[in-house]
């Protein structure tokens, strides 16, 4: 009975580790960037794992985060690098993965951002 408790003990302290290693240090490892043509979400500074050009982006949003578990799919990419808090949300006009959750520090100033690089890009491509 006493070693049952301490496994219960051990994996219970092992989901908290996870979850505050998730909460608070994947945003050093998972982090969003805005390139010249396009949002990259990169591990490590260098490794991309989504790359999306902003004229293929629409429809930028800011959601709960318990709206994003339940909504997209299987064709969206879930890049979050944290477990709570607003979720920005947006569509991708092509590919197979054409919706994505991004979990940036400060969900209104990242959105706000993305909008404007997506109409800079639209109007650099009206241009032309």
Known sequence: MQRAFYYGLIFLSVII??????Q????YILIYRFKDKGL????????????????????VR??????SLFRG???TLR????????????????GVMNQFF?????PAVFAEELK?????????????
């Open 24 to 27: 608070y240090l994947l945003r």
């Open 116 to 128: 404007n690089k997506i109409a800079s890009a639209l109007k650099v491509e009206t241009t032309h």
């Open 40 to 59: 990259a979400a990169v591990y490590f500074g260098f490794v991309t794992v989504m790359y999306v050009k902003y004229e293929e982006i629409e429809d």
């Open 79 to 94: 890049a979050g690098n944290k477990l709570t808090g607003p979720v920005v949300a947006f569509k991708r006009t092509k």
């Open 62 to 67: 800011i959601m709960p985060l318990k709206d």
């Open 102 to 106: 991004l979990t940036p520090g400060d």
């Open 17 to 22: 580790l996870i979850g505050l290693f998730y």
């Open 73 to 75: 799919g299987m064709r």
